[in-house]
């Protein structure tokens, strides 16, 4: 049985050992950060080239269809649940202060990517940018998102900062009292009332 570290926790998988990554980070670890844009399991996922399954393996940003559980033995991985636990990493910092995220669905590999990119080239030219980042993004925010990431890099060398990007799961309340555009309607059934 395959065993490896995800997200910092040893994992042993009762699955076939030629199943790709993606599937089994998403169907049985449920770590759904981790999207599908195409891969089949039938065919080992080979044939989709959207980006969008991207982890980190070893500090290494790689497709999860494109790697088995065999082959990941051993390894370290690293999905978006992972890479920070309240978002302080410095590309999903930078990815919120630039607005370069519409639906969302590319952004768990975008990020996987020039987190990546970034560890292994602190400070990339733009044409290195578009070079790491193979990822599809079928809502036309890739120029935002280039300008994110050479932010991500100018935060991580201290060069700039950025105000953190919200923790997960903020409450409602919280968030009304953050954002002018929202405000908590009080239930006329609750207590008080
Ligand atoms: S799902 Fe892996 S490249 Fe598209
Ligand atoms: S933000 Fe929608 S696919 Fe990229």
Request: hydrophobic share 40%; aromatic share 4%; with cysteine.
């Amino acid at each position: 049985m395959p065993r490896m570290t995800i997200n910092g926790r040893p994992v042993e998988f009762d699955l076939d050992p030629d199943m790709p990554l993606l599937f089994a980070l998403r169907e049985a670890a449920n770590l759904t950060g981790t999207k599908n844009g195409g891969a089949n399991f039938d065919d080992g996922g080979s044939t989709c080239e959207c980006g969008a399954c991207t982890v980190l393996v070893d500090g290494a940003a790689l497709r999860s269809c494109r790697i088995t559980l065999a082959e990941a033995e051993g390894r370290f991985i690293t999905t978006i649940e992972g890479l920070s636990r309240d978002r302080s990493h410095p590309v999903q910092q930078a990815m919120v202060a630039e607005q370069a995220i519409q639906c969302g669905f590319c952004t768990p590999g975008i990020v996987m990517a020039a987190a990546g990119l970034l560890s292994r080239n602190p400070a990339p030219e733009r044409s290195e940018i578009e070079e790491a980042i193979q990822n599809d993004c079928r809502c036309g925010v890739f120029p935002r998102l280039m300008s994110a990431i050479e932010r991500a890099a100018r935060v991580s060398q201290r060069q700039e900062s950025i105000s953190a990007a919200p923790a997960p799961a903020i409450d409602t309340k919280d968030a009304a009292e953050a954002v002018p555009a929202l405000r908590v309607v009080p239930d006329p059934e609750g207590p008080g009332s």
